[in-house]
């Protein structure tokens, strides 16, 4: 086998250029929305990758969801070829990051590195897992110039809000067609032990129930649209909740109350319009004729689409029947299928093996709660082997001082490298590395 403590020495000296580049990424406040810097990280990203050997090329996803002149959605594709022909690796980043929020005791973009942690908006969420993986390859390359095949680097904008400027956009253009790329690791903060395989799905809908507006003194003569959203919100307690909450899925989802179906309420508004805080004046006495909620439902890979959004129409149609004068409109405003790689595929298996020899432990194979761009490498690129895998503690997402642990960073950087080396040097008829 490849001898490969030249490699693993190259990543201890690699340290402080780790810690600097993770630093350097979350100095580009990439917020979104709206979608800010991601021309500037990605020139950030071109002028680095370049430097070590990369072809880069800047693809602005025109006319997707958000692009504009002033906030053009900007993406970073890089390639490093091999010395021989083989299979292409590729690393997807998503480079956005989600608003700050309240409760912060760091400088969000400060990158402050204090007792082995580096804090900031998107430290965890993944900045740290695209310099993990931009340091293991650049280790790689540098110990095995002669590798086979191609190592390709992507940042991509938008994943925080769907991935339509992004990896959907850059799926789309072929970028992710199985002839160019056979290997797709997302280094997304799963945790540095565990191989998430994929996600359950999410539909999102409106809907509306209908009133008739009339004097709030005399509501008889009018009809109230929050009491018909009341008899639905009934219905959800009584019926679809309890169903919902029989059903388990296979998919190794963590936590593990994501392991059932899951529905949340995001938001209900019904009658005259929220005010102003500072609005001191008075409601006029209407009663409302419309009320709107939006729902966010998670499903299982074992539930189809039809059956999920079928049981919800039932359920709505059985009011229309049962309560008098209800009606209702339904408008979807997104889905998203499930997607589930194979824990034997050649990527999780790899990974899941150099996990167990770094850590001395075996990997714990995952799914997520929520869906992240898997989906569209799955479903446009028609490539199904590709997983999560990277540093960062996956409850530190999204909130206040979120940071990476720079030892966490470098498990992901030797877990990535020793993964490029069984995928990408050559190997012996046994299939042992040479
Ligand atoms: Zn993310």
């Not at 430097?51 to 504009?68: Q, V």
């Not at 594709?77 to 021989?84: C, M």
């Not at 499903?299 to 059985?318: H, I, K, M, N, S």
């Not at 899941?352 to 989906?375: M, R």
């Given at each position: 086998m490849?001898?490969?403590?030249?490699?693993?020495?190259?990543?201890?000296?690699?340290?402080?250029?780790?810690?600097?580049?993770?630093?350097?990424?979350?100095?580009?406040?990439t917020?979104?929305?709206?979608?800010?810097?991601y021309?500037?990280?990605?020139?950030?990203?071109?002028?680095?990758?370049?430097?070590?050997?990369?072809?880069?090329?800047?693809?602005?996803?025109?006319?997707?969801?958000g692009?504009?002149?002033?906030?053009?959605?900007?993406?970073?594709?890089?390639?490093?070829?091999?010395?021989h022909?083989?299979?292409?690796?590729h690393?997807?980043?998503?480079?956005?990051v989600?608003?700050?929020?309240?409760?912060?005791?760091?400088?969000?973009?400060?990158?402050?590195?204090?007792?082995?942690k580096?804090?900031?908006?998107?430290?965890?969420?993944?900045?740290g897992?695209?310099?993990?993986?931009?340091?293991a390859?650049?280790?790689?390359?540098?110990?095995?110039?002669?590798?086979?095949g191609?190592?390709e680097?992507?940042?991509?904008?938008d994943?925080?809000?769907?991935g339509?400027?992004?990896?959907?956009?850059?799926?789309?253009?072929?970028?992710?067609s199985?002839a160019?790329?056979?290997?797709?690791?997302?280094?997304?903060?799963?945790?540095?032990?565990r191989?998430?395989?994929?996600?359950?799905?999410?539909?999102?809908?409106?809907?509306?129930t209908?009133?008739?507006?009339?004097?709030?003194s005399?509501?008889f003569?009018?009809?109230?649209?929050?009491?018909?959203?009341?008899?639905?919100?009934?219905k959800?307690?009584?019926?679809?909740?309890?169903?919902?909450?029989?059903?388990?899925?296979?998919m190794?989802?963590?936590?593990?109350?994501?392991?059932?179906?899951t529905?949340?309420?995001?938001?209900?508004?019904?009658?005259?319009?929220?005010?102003?805080d500072?609005?001191?004046?008075l409601?006029?006495?209407c009663?409302?004729?419309?009320?709107?909620?939006v729902?966010?439902?998670?499903f299982?890979?074992?539930?189809?689409?039809?059956q999920?959004?079928?049981?919800?129409?039932?359920?709505?149609?059985?009011?229309?029947?049962?309560?008098?004068?209800?009606?209702y409109?339904?408008?979807e405003?997104?889905?998203?299928?499930p997607?589930?790689?194979?824990?034997?595929?050649?990527?999780?298996?790899?990974l899941?093996?150099?996990?167990?020899?770094?850590?001395?432990?075996?990997a714990?194979?995952?799914?997520?709660?929520g869906?992240?761009?898997q989906?569209?490498?799955?479903?446009?690129?028609?490539?199904k082997?590709?997983v999560?895998?990277?540093?960062?503690?996956?409850?530190?997402?999204?909130?206040?001082?979120?940071?990476?642990?720079?030892?966490?960073?470098?498990?992901?950087?030797?877990?990535?490298?020793?993964?490029?080396?069984a995928?990408?040097?050559?190997t012996?008829?046994?299939?042992?590395?040479?």
């Amino acid at each position: 086998m490849t001898d490969l403590t030249p490699l693993l020495e190259r990543i201890a000296d690699k340290r402080d250029d780790l810690i600097a580049l993770t630093q350097e990424l979350i100095r580009i406040p990439t917020l979104n929305p709206p979608g800010e810097n991601y021309r500037e990280i990605c020139d950030y990203l071109d002028a680095r990758l370049s430097a070590h050997g990369f072809a880069t090329e800047l693809i602005r996803a025109y006319d997707t969801p958000g692009d504009c002149t002033a906030y053009p959605r900007w993406n970073i594709v890089a390639r490093r070829e091999g010395a021989h022909t083989g299979d292409c690796v590729h690393f997807n980043s998503h480079t956005d990051v989600v608003e700050v929020g309240q409760g912060w005791t760091q400088d969000p973009f400060g990158a402050a590195l204090i007792d082995g942690k580096i804090y900031g908006r998107g430290a965890c969420d993944m900045k740290g897992g695209l310099a993990a993986s931009i340091i293991a390859a650049e280790a790689f390359i540098e110990t095995f110039p002669d590798f086979h095949g191609a190592i390709e680097i992507s940042g991509t904008a938008d994943e925080e809000s769907g991935g339509y400027g992004g990896v959907a956009f850059l799926a789309e253009q072929g970028y992710f067609s199985p002839a160019r790329v056979q290997h797709v690791i997302i280094p997304e903060p799963l945790n540095k032990d565990r191989v998430c395989l994929g996600h359950r799905g999410g539909w999102w809908a409106e809907i509306e129930t209908k009133g008739e507006i009339a004097h709030g003194s005399m509501p008889f003569l009018g009809d109230c649209a929050v009491r018909h959203m009341g008899a639905v919100l009934d219905k959800f307690e009584t019926d679809l909740f309890p169903a919902m909450a029989q059903r388990r899925t296979d998919m190794p989802v963590v936590p593990e109350g994501a392991r059932q179906s899951t529905m949340n309420i995001n938001s209900i508004h019904g009658g005259q319009p929220e005010q102003p805080d500072d609005f001191t004046g008075l409601p006029a006495h209407c009663v409302p004729d419309s009320c709107r909620i939006v729902i966010d439902r998670r499903f299982l890979a074992e539930e189809p689409l039809d059956q999920v959004r079928g049981e919800v129409t039932a359920l709505l149609d059985g009011l229309k029947t049962s309560r008098a004068r209800f009606d209702y409109a339904l408008r979807e405003l997104n889905h998203v299928l499930p997607s589930m790689t194979d824990r034997d595929a050649p990527v999780a298996a790899t990974l899941a093996q150099q996990i167990e020899t770094v850590l001395g432990a075996p990997a714990e194979f995952v799914a997520s709660p929520g869906t992240y761009d898997q989906k569209h490498i799955d479903r446009i690129g028609r490539l199904k082997n590709c997983v999560a895998y990277g540093p960062g503690i996956l409850e530190l997402a999204h909130k206040p001082d979120e940071y990476i642990a720079v030892d966490d960073m470098m498990v992901s950087v030797e877990v990535m490298a020793r993964s490029l080396a069984a995928l990408l040097l050559p190997t012996d008829e046994t299939g042992r590395s040479l």
